[in-house]
T-cell receptor, first 112, second 114 residues
Framework: DVKVTQSSRYLVKRTGEKVFLECVQDMDHENMFWYRQDPGLGLRLIYF???????EKGDIPEGYSVSREKKERFSLILESASTNQTSMYLC???????????FGEGSRLTVL | QQQVKQSPQSLIVQKGGISIINCAYE??????FPWYQQFPGKGPALLIA?????SEKKEGRFTISFNKSAKQFSLHIMDSQPGDSATYFC?????????????FGKGTHLIIQP
């Protein structure tokens, strides 16, 4: 089974802090994604990556950056956290362009 | 522009009843329509998917109905059980167009009352 691990399940940060959300997958998938999930807004794509050191903006990239130094690891970075970035963050991976995404269990971030 | 509209936002169904969630899309290029199921504290997981060359797909108690001319598709859960209580997302994409093109509905919070 594909395993997508998000190391931090719950985080509480203060406004202005730098936040790192880590995601690791064990299936050698090339494609990795970061989504944000908010009630009533569904899943919104922040950034994605099709290869090491490659990144592309999704629908809501403002205030975020990403890093993919190794194939299995995709990090989401909030340079200066703000209260409107309080949300559930979901990492996902896929082997091919099929539409089947494998998600991690999520990182719930609260920014005070 | 919301490319996939999902309704209702929340739904309460009695145990043993039929749960129905509807989605409508605008982009006629979409050719793959997956449904994801998300339990509390978990990430979404693929439940069932359909391509537009068929009008219905059934897997156990879960059925997708697809109406290409109306650009609508729906998820039916027969004999709904409390264990089906979850958030359901419909989605649409163009196969081969990259998973970044996956467009999600806003989700339906389903509660099955025992």
């Amino acid at each position: 089974d594909v395993k997508v691990t998000q190391s931090s399940r719950y985080l509480v940060k203060r406004t202005g802090e730098k936040v790192f959300l880590e995601c690791v997958q064990d299936m050698d998938h090339e494609n990795m994604f970061w989504y944000r999930q908010d009630p009533g807004l569904g899943l919104r794509l922040i950034y994605f990556s099709y290869d090491v050191k490659m990144k592309e903006k999704g629908d809501i990239p403002e205030g975020y950056s990403v890093s993919r130094e190794k194939k299995e690891r995709f990090s989401l970075i909030l340079e200066s956290a703000s209260t409107n970035q309080t949300s559930m963050y979901l990492c996902a991976t896929t082997e091919s362009n099929t539409g089947e995404l494998f998600f991690g269990e999520g990182s719930r971030l609260t920014v005070l | 522009q919301q490319q996939v509209k999902q309704s209702p936002q929340s739904l309460i169904v009695q145990k043993g009843g039929i749960s129905i969630i509807n989605c409508a899309y605008e982009n006629t290029a979409f050719d793959y329509f997956p449904w994801y199921q998300q339990f509390p504290g978990k990430g979404p997981a693929l439940l069932i998917a359909i391509r537009p060359d068929v009008s219905e797909k059934k897997e156990g108690r879960f059925t997708i109905s697809f109406n290409k001319s109306a650009k609508q598709f729906s998820l039916h859960i027969m004999d709904s059980q409390p264990g089906d209580s979850a958030t359901y997302f419909c989605a649409a994409t163009v196969r081969g167009g990259g998973a970044d093109g996956l467009t999600f509905g806003k989700g339906t919070h389903l509660i099955i009352q025992p």
